[in-house]
């Protein structure tokens, strides 16, 4: 007996039209975040400093997403995950084999639809990384149109589980935790850079934005793809401006050159919280100091879809 | 033979006795329409598309519904056969042909099985004029198998119960054995039964005997290849069908050769494979002919640049190295026996001769617009897939290369002109991150030519091993001759490798035995 899930999440991605980055207008709201010193050399997929976090959370989505509830997810595991760039799930009675239906109208940054072939290629990469250690295969299948319905694409997972359908739950409830862990990107790219994949601006994903402009260590400029379906409040860029030093950051911070600053040390967040135009946040584990009336959302993960300024 | 054409013909007789020697009525006014329809639409019917031939005829559109509505009106056989008794046996195909697509129409399928069924009938009364009307017997072997074991009402079904469709196939191709209509029909029939092997082996003889392209066959003919030896079962090595099927198969098995790519999946006795082989073939095929005096050089020469410029629409995938390869040496031979001026201006030759001996290299590719600071921006957004005119105010096509790879020549292909492109407006950059640009002279001359429908523009490098790379359009204007989609425009050649890629090996394996 199969269990289906069906979970409509929220759709990120449009079917059509060719993907063209435009430089925003005066009006929209390009977002200056600060972090610290961010080398060339660093991988931004692969590395966990606050800079590579807003890359990751910019440039890829996973096929599904954290949740915060936890509520019946022990005895229901599936209640628990929420889809990202797949629309329909099934689980096997014994939690062994998932097999996801890829979103359709999802697009990478460069307008190349998203497949299976895309979700395989990024979940190997995860596992040669060790991220995923419960499963046990994957692979993609295609299923040819009828019935007037379009082609759909489809990723079946195998788990390594306990024979005991109870000693499965935790596992299956970590490896959905840890799929929502593991974002996609375009297995071309991935195949073709190689292990320059991620470096500057060698990364092609699914994400609300792509990497514009890489200018030397001190800035990536990341703008919003029009396939995007992030609301119009959303920031329509990204600019990731690196400090040489936490005390050059939250200065430029209170001068208005940079709308937050991710990753602050201890000593400029005690400053900060002396100064009543910014406030201070938490978010997977770094230190945010922001413009007290910027919104801010990180709940479970950095949302950048929920960053704007309400008054404005 | 003689037992089937016995057979035939007492399903026949048999279908005349039961309606008896019926007399002779007036004809309707229906019948009158559909006599001046037949008259008046004769090509567009038999040109198997009566509806959408002559849209814009409001008087034979009318014709037309009215006779159909007269046509699929109850009657019975016996009725029917009189009806049509003053028409000829054409008319009366035609007659069954319109009622079919009519059915085609239908939503409802009790309805679309009566207008098969009327139709049916009507082939029937054709076939009873004319039994030797081989295209006539096909339609309506097609129509008893679709119909399967349905009992069409209150028709007289003497002549389906006697005659074994197969049978009839076998005579309607016995008669015109290089009909491709009937050999289609044949061969749908085939696949229809599960029949794979007789459907690739008709499939095949409607190409080797069909002059020209025919659409509305190549997906069923498509839908029975499912490994590379179908491949070279159903499609002819002969010139124009391998370079027409190269870019139908290539499209098919976009996705397949993309996880071979990407996933490294296995391609041993891929369709891809299959596909080299056949181009391989089919070039040999033509030299052989060239050799005997069949065609001219000229002729050869046209075939070759018609698969070269097949890759304009998906390079890598439509024409492989290996076959890319043999065309360009095959050209450069014919140019070196001078048999006859093969309109191929020198630049191209010394274009060919420059790429004849290298590989190409996969890459990443990307394009910029309006890269005004060529020498500092980075490339981004890898692997768009984007329809670009060169030759319009700065703009960038630049590429990603592999590690230990190093680059000999760079190609610009598409269409267009570049008599208005001046080789000093274009600059060549390196970069070992993306950040830190170098300008690269080129080698030598930067070549502009021509080669079929395509402009080449050839641009050789010392062998560069630079991670990154640009080609600059540096300058303000907005020329916009020359146009190409990214993918397939930009093309990068090193030197030859022993190691070459096992696709290219294992046709060479296959050729060699």
Redesign the interface.
């Known amino acids: 007996m199969k269990a289906t899930v069906f979970i409509l999440a929220i759709l990120c991605f449009t079917s059509t039209g060719?993907?063209v980055?435009a430089a925003p207008s005066p009006a929209e709201f390009v977002l200056s975040i600060g972090v610290r010193d961010y080398p060339?050399e660093r991988n931004a997929l692969n590395a966990s400093d606050a800079g590579a976090l807003v890359i990751q959370r910019a440039v890829s989505t996973a096929l599904v997403e954290n949740s915060n509830k936890t509520g019946s997810s022990a005895s229901e595991p599936d209640h628990a995950i929420h889809m990202r760039l797949a629309d329909k799930l099934e689980v096997s009675a014994d939690y062994k084999r998932w097999a996801f239906r890829v979103l359709s109208s999802a697009q990478h940054?460069?307008?190349?639809a998203v497949?299976g072939?895309?979700v395989?290629?990024s979940v190997?990469r995860c596992r040669a990384l060790g991220q995923l250690p419960h499963v046990e295969s994957i692979s993609?299948r295609?299923v040819d149109p009828h019935n007037g319905r379009h082609a759909e694409e489809w990723v079946d997972f195998t788990l390594n589980l306990p024979v005991s359908r109870a000693d499965s739950l935790p596992i299956v409830h970590e490896f959905s935790n840890q799929l929502a862990q593991c974002p996609i990107f375009?297995?071309?790219?991935?195949?073709?850079?190689?292990?320059?994949f991620g470096y500057?601006?060698?990364i092609?994903g699914p994400g609300d934005y792509?990497?514009?402009?890489?200018r030397?260590s001190r800035e990536i400029r990341l703008t919003k793809v029009s396939s995007s379906l992030a609301p119009a409040s959303s920031p329509a860029a990204l600019i990731l401006r690196a400090f040489p030093s936490d005390s050059a950051a939250l200065a430029t911070l209170r001068s208005g050159g940079i709308d937050l600053f991710v990753g602050a040390g201890a000593e400029v967040v005690a400053l900060a919280s002396r100064d009543e135009t910014l406030a201070i946040a938490e978010c997977q584990g770094f230190t945010v100091i922001k413009r007290h009336d910027l919104q801010f959302s990180c709940l479970p993960q950095l949302n950048l879809r929920g960053v704007a300024y309400p008054q404005r | 033979m003689a037992k089937l054409f016995a057979l035939f013909w007492f399903g026949l007789g048999a279908l005349a006795f039961s309606q008896g020697v019926a007399s002779l009525q007036a004809a309707t006014r229906s019948d009158e329409l559909l006599a001046l329809i037949a008259e008046e639409s004769t090509p567009e019917l038999q040109n198997g598309s009566a509806a959408g031939k002559n849209p814009t005829d409001d008087r034979i559109q009318e014709q037309r519904k009215i006779a159909l509505q007269n046509l699929i009106q109850p009657s019975t056989s016996h009725e029917l056969y009189s009806r049509f008794s003053s028409s000829t046996s054409q008319q009366t195909a035609l007659a069954a042909q319109l009622v079919l697509e009519a059915a085609e129409i239908q939503t409802e399928l009790a309805e679309r099985i009566r207008y098969m069924c009327r139709s049916l009938e009507l082939y029937e009364v054709a076939l009873h004029k004319s039994p030797f009307a081989s295209s006539q017997l096909i339609n309506w072997v097609n129509l008893r198998q679709l119909l399967g074991d349905t009992q069409c009402e209150g028709q007289d079904s003497t002549m389906r119960e006697n005659t074994d469709y197969r049978d009839a196939v076998a005579l309607a191709i016995t008669a015109e054995p290089s009909n491709p209509r009937i050999l289609f029909a044949a061969g749908l029939m085939a696949a229809r039964g599960g029949d794979r092997d007789q459907a690739l082996a008709l499939f095949n003889s409607v190409l080797n005997t069909q002059v020209g392209r025919v659409t509305a066959h190549e997906s069923a003919m498509l839908s029975q290849i499912q490994t590379g030896n179908d491949v070279l079962r159903l499609i002819p090595a002969r010139f124009p069908q391998v370079a027409i099927w190269s870019q139908l198969l290539v499209e098919q098995q976009r996705r397949e050769q993309r996880a071979v790519e990407v996933l490294g999946n296995s391609d041993e006795g891929s369709i891809r494979q299959a596909l080299s082989r056949l181009q391989l073939n089919a070039i040999e095929a033509s030299r052989k002919e060239l050799e005997a005096a069949e065609i001219t050089a000229f002729v050869h020469s046209d075939r070759l640049v018609s698969l070269s410029t097949l890759a304009l629409h998906d390079s890598a995938l439509i024409l492989g190295d290996q076959v890319r390869g043999a065309v360009d040496r095959e050209l450069l031979r014919l140019l070196d026996e001078e048999r006859v001026a093969l309109n191929l201006a020198p630049e191209t030759r010394a274009t060919i001769t420059r790429r004849a001996g290298l590989e190409s290299i996969a890459v990443l590719k990307t394009t910029l617009a309006s890269d005004t600071r060529a020498n500092k921006s980075p490339l981004v957004n890898w692997e768009v897939s984007q329809n670009l005119w060169f030759d319009e105010f700065y703009r960038t096509v630049g590429f990603y290369l592999p590690p230990e790879a190093s680059v000999s020549l760079i190609e610009l292909v598409g269409y267009g002109s570049l008599r208005e492109l001046s080789p000093a407006t274009i600059e060549i950059f390196g970069s070992a991150d993306n950040q830190s640009w170098e300008v690269v002279k080129p080698a030598t001359e930067i070549l502009k030519s021509t080669l079929g429908m395509s402009a080449l523009l050839s641009i050789p490098v010392a062998k560069q091993s630079y991670r990154y790379w640009k080609v600059n359009y540096a300058s303000a204007a907005r020329q916009r001759r020359f146009q190409g989609e990214l993918q397939s425009m930009l093309r990068v050649y090193g030197p030859a490798s022993s190691g070459a890629d096992p696709t290219t090996k294992m046709v060479q394996r296959e050729v060699a035995q």
């Open positions: 060719q993907v980055h060339l940054s460069n307008g190349q497949d072939i895309d395989v290629a190997e993609h295609r375009s297995g071309t790219a991935l195949k073709g850079f190689g292990a320059d500057a601006a060698n092609v792509m990497i514009d402009d890489v030397g």
